[in-house]
């Protein structure tokens, strides 16, 4: 399996930016949680918190609450998919929200892919396909794998480690005809 190097923010900026075809968009986190999508309260153990993380038990339905949370304009529940309750998106949740705003309309399709372990981790790596309508009411397309991972059950690992979470993405600009 192919892993990606954990550069969030320039995988993102390369991804994310609406300047021309051959740039890219950054990840962004908002403070608009006026639609925020309802998520699994968990209390974690380390800091003893009762605090809204999703948990789903599965890699797939993680990166949908990601996509649904981008879609309906949560930036916060978006950042929060991201490891280290958000900061392994290497953007602050101004950042992130900054960031994702530039998008007037998001929708994600997320391809299939396998869960493949390796050094007592698990990884799930589709490809995701982004599209919508900018704030400057260009169109734009991206595409790219999207790599989530998790703790394999090691003895003694934390909730926190045995949760999927985006570990990195490479979404990058396609031409839209």
């Known amino acids: 399996m192919k892993r990606l190097a954990l550069l969030p923010l320039l995988a993102l900026a390369a991804a ?4 021309g075809p051959d740039e890219t968009v950054p990840a962004a986190q908002g403070t608009d949680t ?3 999508i309802p998520s699994k309260p968990v209390a ?9 993380v999703s948990r789903p038990a599965e890699p797939q339905e993680v990166l949908r609450d990601w996509a649904d949370a981008l879609e309906s304009r949560d930036w916060v529940a978006a950042r929060a998919v991201w490891g280290e309750e958000g900061e392994q998106s290497g953007l602050s949740p101004k950042e992130f929200a900054t960031a994702w705003s530039k998008y007037k309309t998001i ?6 892919a396998e ?8 990884y799930y790596e589709p490809t995701v ?8 009411d260009e169109p734009y397309l991206m595409e790219g794998p999207v790599t ?14 045995l949760r999927w979470h985006i570990q990195s993405t490479d ?7």
């Open 16 to 19: 994310c930016n609406p300047a």
């Open 115 to 122: 869960i493949e372990g390796a050094a007592g981790s698990l």
């Open 107 to 112: 929708e994600i399709e997320i391809g299939e």
């Open 171 to 177: 979404l990058r600009p396609r031409r839209v005809d």
């Open 148 to 161: 989530l991972r998790r703790s394999n059950d090691v003895p003694g690992a934390s909730p926190q480690q």
């Open 34 to 36: 006026q639609d925020a």
């Open 44 to 52: 974690l153990p380390e800091t003893g918190a009762d605090e809204r």
């Open 129 to 136: 396909t982004m599209s919508g309508v900018l704030q400057t």
